[in-house]
């Protein structure tokens, strides 16, 4: 069975949870099948685990274009390499016209994995400008003509059953996303954690994810005002989407710095190592989403030991088992796609004192980090994932 995958990132381009997940799963899929990956960026090792991989840069001439434009551009160039396949699996709305594209030109079934939802990132509007209504029809056309959904959550499913009524339930599977236990492992060492700029003795709070609206950082930064003044605020933040959000955050981090001691701040992306060392040792994680379809971050938290504070929305109360792994915060959200919580006050308040009932009860956090570490091993190893995707596969292939 030849199965060729598109995706946007891919090691070593990956900034976030679906980078990962189609790494991971092609890793072990790579074992299964005769495997061939199509990802966008530059040149790559062609050899991936076994797996043959292709490279795609944006075509001359759209240099300039609207990003979804030169999406749309990289999505017809990897076409003709999709040729022989048996199955394509596209990864986000980026490569879901590649797929739906080459389902159509080569005869073959089209599955798409779904990480997460543009009618439900309106935010987006800001970041591309009209190119958000070009990414909005792709995801829609994609989905009304698969052959099969695969959803990382319930929540998810749910999401694209309320998003895109025309799509049959029934060809929307879960899958969950998954942890490679083996390589997400506690580490006690600080040598990492000092050269940060942490304090390995005193208690923190630990965020790491993409500055997008979707990730609720602002109400992050305000419920930190909260803290007891002992504690740390570390922040592995990524570039924000637009300026105007960028100037938001920067506003309410030197606040913060001008009225507490401990906030640290890292504006890069950590090597693997180090963050697990910067997740062992956090007292608690903070994951304020407001957007969340599953949230890999909060499992790699939980298999470094770390008790995880999460918002109650999307996917995440599928990972997160509130009292046992962590606590989860409840989001009553306006229901316009957005996310945005109709009491923001109440929300940043019931996460602080959430924050603050685990940061200031180092045995319930430890108990809670322990038990996510074991949530972790027992539910979501990428083995039984990859055994799932396979399954799908296989249904659809046999209804071909």
């Known amino acids: 069975m030849r199965i060729d995958i598109v995706t946007k ?9 679906a980078g990962v997940h189609v790494a991971e799963l092609s890793r072990v899929l790579a074992g299964k099948v ?6 966008f960026g530059k040149e790559r090792p062609a050899d991936f685990h ?10 001359a001439g759209l240099d300039d274009a609207n990003p979804a ?12 390499g999709i040729e022989g396949a048996d199955l394509v699996h596209s990864h986000t709305w980026y490569a879901n016209m590649a797929g739906h594209l080459a389902g159509l030109l080569h005869g073959i079934p089209h599955v798409l994995s779904a ?5 439900l990132r309106p935010w987006k509007a800001e970041q591309l400008g009209g190119g958000y209504a070009l990414s909005s029809w792709v995801e829609r056309t994609a989905y009304e003509a698969a052959a099969a959904i695969i959803a990382v959550s319930h929540g998810m499913r749910a999401d694209i059953l309320r998003c895109y009524p025309q799509v049959d339930p029934d060809k929307v599977k879960v899958v969950h996303n998954g942890i490679d236990v083996a390589l997400w492992q506690r580490d006690d060492n600080d040598d990492a954690v000092r050269a940060l700029g942490i304090d390995p003795e005193r208690p923190s709070v630990v965020f790491v994810g993409r500055n997008t609206r979707q990730k609720g950082v602002p109400y992050l930064l305000r419920a930190a005002d909260q803290l007891p003044p002992e504690v740390q605020l570390v922040l592995c933040l990524g570039a924000a989407d637009t300026p105007e959000l960028a100037a938001e955050t920067s506003r309410l981090i030197d606040g913060l710095k001008s009225r507490r001691d401990g906030v640290v701040l890292i504006e890069r992306m950590l090597p693997r190592n180090e963050l697990i060392q910067v997740l062992s040792h956090a007292t608690a994680f903070a994951c304020p989403s407001v957007y969340e379809p599953l949230g890999i971050v909060n499992l790699e938290a939980m298999a470094c030991g770390a008790a995880v504070v999460a918002s109650a929305t999307g996917g995440i109360p599928e990972v997160v088992e509130d009292g046992v792994t962590g606590t989860l915060v409840p989001l009553e959200q306006v229901q316009d796609g957005t996310g945005t919580p109709l009491d923001p006050e109440k929300f940043v308040n019931d996460f602080a004192a959430a924050l603050t009932a685990t940061v200031t009860d180092p045995a319930l956090a430890k108990r809670q980090g322990e038990a996510g570490r074991r949530r972790a091993e027992e539910h979501f190893s990428w083995t039984s994932i990859a055994e799932s995707t396979l399954e799908v596969y296989r249904g659809v292939l046999k209804q071909a």
């Open 9 to 17: 990132e891919f090691p070593p381009e990956i900034y976030g949870g």
């Open 50 to 59: 076994g797996a043959s991989v292709r490279s795609y840069a944006v075509p």
């Open 34 to 39: 005769d495997l061939n990956i199509h990802a």
């Open 115 to 119: 990480h997460s939802l543009e009618p």
């Open 69 to 80: 434009v030169q999406t749309l551009g990289v999505d017809l160039e990897i076409l003709s």
